[in-house]
């Protein structure tokens, strides 16, 4: 499974470059991207800095345009967050808009998503959003199933410790994102680094 972080200290854009960790951007931020590292464009909806939806794609646009779509795992559609019926109405007309990128499309899914809410046709990517209980919960982990039946990778949003890590891992997430390294780097990068390698070596197999 591949954590992807915001760029923030030198010693994490190295671990990205390397393959390490992959990068997460919002409209929001403004570092520049690591070479060669894989890029999840997150809508940055969960949040204060929302500037609607135009200011938004336009972002994405020109992030995709210039940083290759190769390097993208996805790009997240709008969304509200906490609210799956209207994630579903403010996804739809986005989901086809981020393909015609070129990157895949990711969905993210809320509480309540799981009772039909889901445009499994319209989506490259499952993303688990939602309240923390729900997406470490049964319904999320029976989307996260789904999709994988689906033949689509799942990504879990705000991973910050190794507990969630093997949850994500045990749902079959290929991605997760968190700001575990923006509160203490030096320290928590070595940490997260060494809890990738035991996933790795140990499986989570509940």
Request: aromatic residues 10%.
């Amino acid at each position: 499974m591949l954590y992807l972080a915001t760029p923030s200290s030198p010693e994490i854009r190295a671990a990205m470059s390397a393959g390490d960790l992959g990068c997460m951007t919002t409209p929001a931020q403004g570092n520049h991207l690591p070479e060669r590292t894989l890029i999840g464009a997150d809508n940055g909806k969960f949040g204060k800095q929302w500037r609607g939806a135009t200011h938004w794609y336009d972002w994405l646009t020109t992030t995709v345009a210039r940083y290759g779509t190769n390097r993208f795992l996805f790009g997240v559609v709008p969304d509200v967050p906490f609210n799956a019926c209207g994630t579903l109405i403010e996804s739809m007309p986005w989901l086809p808009r981020i393909r015609q990128l070129g990157i895949p499309a990711a969905f993210a899914a809320q509480d309540g998503s799981e009772v039909g809410l889901v445009p499994w046709d319209d989506l490259d990517v499952l993303f688990l959003a939602g309240s923390t209980a729900w997406k470490i919960g049964p319904a999320a982990q029976h989307l996260a199933h789904e999709a994988q039946e689906r033949g689509l990778p799942v990504h879990m949003g705000r991973v910050n410790s190794r507990r969630r890590l093997r949850i994500a891992e045990a749902f079959g997430c290929t991605t997760c994102d968190g700001t575990y390294l923006a509160y203490g780097p030096d320290r928590n990068l070595p940490q997260l680094l060494t809890w990738l390698k035991e996933m790795r070596q140990e499986p989570t197999l509940f």
